[in-house]
């Protein structure tokens, strides 16, 4: 009479040495809470038949390398020069969010070559529509790197990069100074 009680493990080789014959409960309800032991059991068993038939661990596979492409799969670090666009291409954006056309054209002058076209623009419009040609490469280098967001304008379907999460609109100015969504990186 002085019988041990068994532990889960043991109880669970019973049951798995059984056959299928634990699940036959839970046939009505699969994914029921269970309220007995056995019922509580059966689950565990079934993920141990998965384990021992390789599904489970394929999933596993799948997903540690995934996570291993997605951890080496970032985006190279940015050159010095790289840097000094995008800190340069944001003092355009943040006069253009303000509607200053003037420190705009300043900001692009400091870009050389590639700022030149906008730091002789006449009207704010034909400021942005310059500034968008500068975004196409802000775009290009700020994706995948940390520290920047790039943003998109459904209103007006124009996209741009910018260091802070707080939208501010360089091609709507201050006519829609907050529209705009953070994209999602692809």
Known sequence: MNKK???????????????????????RAPFARATTLQGK???EVRILRRLSQGTFRLFLAIFFCNAFFCLTSG???LSAEDKDFLAKYEKVRAALA???????????S????????????????????????LSDRAIKLASGQGGYYIVNCPMLQKDWV????????????QS?????????PK
């Open 75 to 77: 985006a190279a670090d």
């Open 176 to 184: 829609m100074p907050t529209c705009g969504a953070i994209r999602k």
């Open 110 to 133: 400091d870009l050389g070559e590639e700022g030149a076209d906008l730091s002789k623009s006449d009207k704010i419009a034909t400021a942005r529509t310059e500034f968008s040609k």
């Open 98 to 108: 303000n509607d200053n056309l003037e420190n705009a054209k300043k900001a692009a």
């Open 5 to 27: 009680p068994m532990n889960n493990f043991v109880f669970m080789e019973k049951i798995v040495s059984a056959g299928h014959h634990a699940d036959k409960a839970q046939t």
């Open 41 to 43: 059991l059966s689950w």
């Open 162 to 173: 910018q260091p802070t999460g707080a939208i501010s609109n360089p091609y709507a100015g």
